[in-house]
């Protein structure tokens, strides 16, 4: 097949099979409100792992796993290798642990829809030059241990594996001894991959925000991965009497915080190009009713596509404290809590998305990432993109979090198409 | 002695008693952090209340207790009578409850005040036509029952006694039961007393707020307590990732909660006349610092001192909801939790304030209460006015509440020769 013959593959992706899988795997660390917990290497990571790789070894894939927990599987190229190829390997993947009662998407999809991808490109009677390869990263989420992306991040080589291993969680696991739930998974192969060795990457996943509902479109080609920086502020202000103390004699730290709040939403919209700034955690003190807020805590998630943008929306946004503190008569501290580089996708991997989609008679953005994903780091070796289905109601990290199934089949067309494509070329 | 002799009273208040009283009440519920919790009718309020019963006798007054668990002692006037007087008779106290973690003073210095008051116009052999009440307010707080100026609520009739007693606590306590720490001293008497069988009623507080001590004054004569409105507002926003929603698709419920609190503040400035407003209390979900928050619930709470500033401001900001519901698309509820409607001291009450002031050879300043005490209820039925102390940096309700030695000194000082003045005219 060549890389032009895409658009004539008889793709038939099984919506009944990927319903069913996101629906098993939905059920795995279900809680109460209908939201999903599962966190890295706990047991329901564990069970939803060995769910995957049992039906990847139905697709027909060698499953083996590396020294960070990252689950591996391979196609074999037409020649049959798959482990010990020497040509270079096609990846994609995602990951299968949540945010706390988070959604049965943000992950999974990219997973149970590589299995299906596979499985249509079996059925299609598609082989491929390289061989494919599909990853499930350990740790996308952050929610146990204190980084995210663990798996791609030593995948790359951007954390050491001997780094990752020294990870503790809250209860004081260490993460070395985390990695007992792999059992019998077979041995375990080295967990980073040499520059070269991987051809492209492409990652299924839901957009999380609105852009492809709102714009009515199919399928989001992602351009880069935004960068993100955090910052926790505290305001100390006074807290006095709610009724005694006259306006002009208050130090009120809950307005210094609000009039920095409004300034940030100011300074994303100032700076465009996709910039976003939220402060989405704040807790004022003492919190009495008749008390005027003597403290508040706070924390800034700035994001931005390009170093430039995201250096010029948190200087405007670190600078504007000096201005409100001597206002008010608030004293603030801020912490720089971290600051990951935006990451650029590669035009191989987004042009071949978007002639997937072509092919798969869909329409399709190149859109930038405002979310973090593993394809950040992947592409840090290798040339990378994402295929993003629309979200209802851009909803995410939550319980509702959910897409048609219609656009789920149609993510599922479009990465196996994409693999195709890029295995081929 | 008549009203105008008061100057030449040879008025000497023992600090050393006064602070010893006020440090002997400071240990009573005494809490790690350097507060006071002495919740209403608690076995810390009843300790309080016993050490004060006592001192009272050793003042030489008559001590009782009321329906609804009000101290109440009187000072025999020139003739010696005490509960069987037929001319009215002059009042003054405050209460000893406090709300969670609070200071030594607010409650406490009108009380012991009042009785260190009483020792130094004995000492100085002053005798009057009216026999002089000290009253201990129950329950003046609200930190326990439902509401707060229990005790003086019920001595105006602004509720029922029977209302009183069938309030209930958190902890489903009955008050009719919470009375039992009232053992005995004493048969009780009628809580309610009828308009007219009062001739003043003055209260001597902290003043909880900045005015005295940013404007070098040394005691204010209370005009008016400051009426008070408070609503809970819950603002509806959308909880979407901080990441993937552009700015332009958000609704986020804290942007329009920071706008609304800035209204605020804008608007007491504008409304002037002594009005304030705050919002103390705000809580942010899901709380997530990548999570565009998707509700905030705050209270308000707004006062000024009359009727029509109160009513002017609660307009406003009530008004403004709408507006910023409709800019950021997020759905607005609010309840009314309560309106008190302002209460304004008496002429006779003041004057005599401030003529004690100059005998006293002291600065004084008429000036509004912004917090509510009991002389409000007080003033339904009586001439009310209060003698406010400075506080150090205005501070109040919180365990670094303080007044200079000094100051106190000299409230109780204007407080001998109020009650004097009252008393003889």
Redesign the interface.
């Known amino acids: 097949m060549s890389a032009t013959a895409a658009g004539k593959l008889d793709i038939n992706v099984s919506e009944t099979q990927l319903l069913a899988d996101l629906e098993r795997l939905g059920r795995i660390g279900l809680g109460a409100d209908g939201g999903i917990t599962r966190r890295a290497l706990s047991n329901e990571d564990a069970e939803a792992r060995s769910y995957v790789a049992e039906r990847m070894r139905a697709a027909g894939l060698d499953v083996r796993h590396d020294e960070v927990g990252n689950l591996r599987a391979r196609r074999p190229a037409r020649d049959g290798a798959t482990w010990n190829t020497r040509s270079n390997v096609v990846m994609t993947g995602s990951h299968l642990d949540s945010?706390p009662s988070g959604g049965k998407l943000d992950g999974p999809l990219g997973v149970v829809g590589a299995v299906c991808a596979v499985e249509a490109l079996n059925a299609a009677g598609v082989q491929t030059e390289r061989p494919i390869e599909l990853v499930v990263f350990v740790g996308e989420e952050g929610s146990r241990f204190k980084r995210g992306t663990i798996g791609s991040a030593a995948l790359s080589g951007h954390v050491a594996v001997a780094d990752v291993l020294a990870l503790v969680d809250p209860d004081g696991v260490i993460y070395r001894n985390a990695m007992a739930t792999y059992g019998d998974s077979g041995a375990a192969i080295p967990a980073r991959v040499e520059r070269g060795s991987v051809h492209a990457f492409v990652e299924l996943h839901v957009?999380?925000?609105?852009?492809l509902e709102?714009s009515g479109t199919d399928i989001g080609a992602v351009t880069t991965i935004?960068g993100?920086v955090?910052h926790m502020v505290t305001f100390h202000g006074?807290?006095?009497?709610?009724?005694?103390?006259?306006?002009h004699?208050r130090r009120?730290a809950?307005?210094a915080?609000?009039?920095w709040?409004?300034g940030i939403?100011r300074a994303?919209?100032e700076v465009g190009g996709?910039a976003?700034?939220?402060?989405?955690?704040?807790?004022?003190e003492?919190?009495?009713?008749?008390?005027?807020?003597g403290r508040v805590d706070a924390?800034c998630?700035l994001?931005a596509p390009t170093p430039e943008l995201l250096t010029a929306l948190a200087g405007f946004v670190i600078s504007s404290l000096h201005g409100i503190g001597e206002q008010r008569g608030v004293e603030i501290e801020q912490q720089l809590l971290q600051r990951v580089e935006p990451g650029p996708m590669h035009e191989l991997a987004i042009a071949a998305v978007e002639r997937a989609a072509a092919a798969a008679g869909l329409s399709s953005l190149r859109m930038p990432?405002?979310?973090?994903h593993d394809a950040l780091h992947v592409a840090e070796v290798a040339p990378a993109s994402m295929i993003f289905v629309p979200?209802i109601?851009?909803?995410?990290?939550?319980p509702t979090e959910a897409t048609q199934p219609r656009d789920l089949v149609r993510g599922v067309d479009v990465l196996a198409r994409t693999l195709a494509i890029l295995a081929n070329e």
Not at 393 to 398: D, R, V
């Open positions: 945010v957009e999380q925000g609105g852009v709102s935004a993100l955090q006074d807290a006095n009497h709610a009724g005694a103390t006259p306006m004699l009120d809950l307005l915080a609000a009039q709040a409004l939403e994303a919209r996709g976003v700034g939220t402060v989405g955690k704040l807790t004022v003492p919190g009495g009713k008749n008390i005027i807020p924390i998630d994001r990432s405002g979310a973090i979200s109601g851009g909803k995410s990290h939550c």
